[in-house]
């Protein structure tokens, strides 16, 4: 091949020159990140999150790019268009879902990984040794065996599918993989409360178990599941002629943060024969808090645990883990059985089975372990602690708050770091006598009050349901978060709820003329 055409081909620079325009180019790209981060944590703080104007919309609606265009301007577009109408989850104030914040070191191992462009499906390379790393980390730090197994997935609704897979290959045995369970009599079922997160549904649905062979518990009102229920129950499909396979703990509900009785659901599990999973997404991530860490006592006795290292460990989106107790049982689950094109060996390349791509359905993966290695070796598990520690410590502070205010009702108080209030019907906040407010009117009221809130771009709580009320939720996960975020939050529930209380559209205005930085 000529030289010339060589040098078309390519996506690299051409020459010495372009390599050195490339370099001062990404420079100033990496420049305006660490300029976007530092920002976050300076005064006066930009919006969290802002409606996304029809124009900035519509330039995401062109052709395709035929022609070579320009990096530096690709880039402004960037800065101008992507990066201000993001959800904000990097942002102090952010303080919706379940949402991690990212860190620098994170950003800088993913550039590093990007540069690598490791493909860690397989293969005798050294960023499998990485990831394995994180699986002794995870092992040391739940006090599961040696034999325990784990791979990273996008996050914990595919962990918790994996979960809910090898726990049907243990009930189903080598045959489930063959025929599936068209024929699988009797019926298995699976538990957990009415406060798990949906992906544990659709799990038993992807599954092909079927939605409705999980039975959903009811809850304490602490938001943990009614242990007394759960047996009526297990009990009540044996009569039935049905087959229990699984129980699936919560720790760390997304609602309220509650944390099951783990102790008790192992007892059962280990009682009635059936695999004990939990969903851990955020909560397993409390052991890394000494203070926390003992309210996840029996953790330890998992068959499976799902958890995410991008939620409070702030590892850049996206990084879940999947960690089972039995890991043969686990590459029984997934490992092919021919594998001529994925053939292994003793030396060379195809060394080192079995690989990741042995433990779950994806062949081609991304290398996650890398940022989540940098997180832990710079920062260090007890630092991380003290950050997930202090996030709670700014949810009791807010529900102090709230429980201050007479405006504001505490619909659930922070068993971790989540805080869930609304504003009170407006007779119970004046002191009139109770009068039959609708609670659909108030539903409106605190519907309204959230939208304003996020509008605001001051700070944005999301929502969620407590006993059917809805209910405004402010989680505390961002570590960047303050006591000032908190105050700025809630003085903003307050003005706008007040306005709300006399008339309702009178919010909106008070939302739209106010700006973050006079939040302060
Ligand atoms: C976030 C979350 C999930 C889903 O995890 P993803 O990482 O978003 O896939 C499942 N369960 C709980 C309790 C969660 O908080």
Redesign the pocket.
């Known amino acids: 091949m000529h030289d010339r055409q060589q040098r078309t081909a390519t996506l690299d620079p051409a020459g010495q020159s372009d390599w050195r325009e490339l370099r001062e180019q990404g420079h100033r790209m990496l420049d305006d990140m660490f300029d976007y981060l530092e920002g976050l944590g300076g005064k006066p703080q930009g919006p969290v999150w802002q409606p996304i104007p029809a124009s900035v919309r519509q330039q995401f609606r062109e052709a395709l790019p035929r022609q070579a265009g320009s990096l530096a301007q690709t880039h402004q577009t960037f800065m101008q268009s992507i990066l201000p109408y993001a959800a904000g989850n990097a942002h102090p104030g952010f303080m919706g879902w379940?949402q991690g914040g990212g860190t620098p070191v994170g950003m800088l191992a993913e550039m590093l990984a990007a540069g690598l462009n490791a493909n860690v499906g397989g293969r005798d390379q050294i960023p499998l040794d990485v990831e394995r790393q994180i699986t002794h980390w995870m092992r040391e730090l739940f006090g599961f065996p040696s034999e325990a197994s784990g791979i990273f997935v996008?996050?914990?609704?595919?962990a918790?599918l994996i979960g809910v897979l090898v726990a049907r290959r243990r009930m189903l045995g080598a045959e489930v993989r063959s025929h599936g369970v068209q024929n699988a009599l009797p019926r298995l079922t699976a538990y957990t409360s009415t406060a798990a997160?949906g992906?544990v549904k659709q799990a038993m649905d992807v599954a092909g178990l079927g939605e409705d062979m999980l039975r959903r518990i009811p809850i304490n009102p602490d938001g943990t599941i009614h242990l007394p229920s759960l047996n009526a129950h297990i009990a009540a499909d044996r009569a039935a002629g049905l087959q229990p396979f699984a129980v699936i703990g919560?720790a760390?509900?997304?609602d309220m943060g509650a944390i099951d009785d783990l102790t008790a659901l192992a007892d059962i599990a280990q009682r009635e024969q059936l695999f004990f999973h939990i969903?851990g997404?955020?909560g397993a991530m409390a052991m890394l808090a000494p203070d926390l860490a003992p309210r996840l006592a029996g953790i330890e006795r998992a068959d499976s645990i799902a958890f995410?290292f991008?939620?409070w460990t702030q590892v850049q989106y996206d990084a879940?883990f999947i960690l089972v107790r039995d890991g043969a049982l686990h590459l029984d689950t997934f490992a092919a059985q021919e594998k001529t094109y994925l053939e292994r060996a003793e030396r060379g390349m195809a060394a080192g089975s079995p690989w990741p791509c042995d433990y779950g359905p994806e062949l081609s993966r991304g290398f996650r372990a890398l940022k989540t290695w940098f997180t832990f070796k710079v920062y260090g598990a007890e630092k991380l602690g003290r950050m997930i520690s202090h996030t709670c410590a700014l949810a009791r502070y807010l529900q102090q708050r709230v429980e201050a205010e007479p405006a504001l009702e505490l619909l659930a108080p922070a068993s971790l770091n989540i805080v869930c209030f609304r504003l009170r019907p407006p007779a119970q906040a004046s002191g009139m006598p109770a009068q039959a407010t609708a609670d659909t009117d108030t539903d409106e009221i605190n519907r309204r009050l959230l939208v304003a809130i996020q509008e605001s771009g001051i700070a944005a709580p999301s929502s969620t349901r407590i006993n059917g009320h809805l209910t405004i939720r402010a989680a505390i996960f961002n570590h960047r978060s303050t006591q000032d975020n908190i105050d700025a939050m809630l003085d903003a529930a307050l003005r706008f709820g007040s306005a709300l209380s006399v008339a309702p559209s009178a919010a909106q205005s008070a939302a739209q003329s106010a700006s973050p930085s006079e939040s302060k």
């Open positions: 379940v996008t996050g914990a609704s595919t918790n997160h992906c919560n760390g509900t997304v969903d997404a955020f995410d991008h939620k879940g």
